[in-house]
C-alpha cells in the first residue's frame, strides 16, 4: 500500500501526465479541486478533451446555471464554460483523454 497527499498533485491532479502523479498516463486525467468563494475562471473549452465535473461540495455557476452537490456535468470539446464559485466548492475532474495544452481562453471558434 502506497500513501500520497493531494496538496503533493498538481493543482490537485493526482492522475495523469503530471509530475508529480500517481499513475502517469495521457489516457485520462483526474483531479480534486478546492476553490474558494468568489474564484473565477474565464470562460475556456477544450478541443480534444470532454471534462467530467462533480460537485462534491459548495456552488458553483457555470454558464450562467447554478450547480451544486451531486450534480455532475459534461462539457464536450469545443463546448465553452466559465467558472465562478458562489461558496468554497470541491470538486472533482475527470478529463478523456488526457491532453496537455488543450485549454483554450474564449468561446470556440
Do not use: C
Request: charged share 30%; no cysteine.
Amino acid at each position: 500500500m502506497k500513501k500520497y497527499q493531494l496538496n503533493d498533485m498538481t493543482k490537485g491532479w493526482f492522475v495523469g501526465d503530471f509530475s508529480p502523479t500517481i499513475i502517469k498516463t495521457q489516457e485520462v486525467e483526474v483531479g480534486v479541486k478546492q476553490y474558494r468563494k468568489n474564484e473565477y475562471e474565464e470562460t475556456h473549452h477544450h478541443k480534444i478533451a470532454t471534462e467530467i465535473t462533480v460537485i462534491v461540495s459548495g456552488k458553483v455557476r457555470m454558464n450562467g446555471e447554478l450547480y451544486g452537490v451531486g450534480d455532475i456535468i459534461v462539457i464536450e470539446p469545443g463546448e465553452a464554460t466559465d467558472f465562478e464559485v458562489l461558496e468554497d466548492a470541491t470538486t472533482v475532474v475527470v478529463k478523456y483523454p488526457g491532453a496537455q495544452n488543450d485549454k483554450y481562453m474564449g468561446e470556440a471558434s
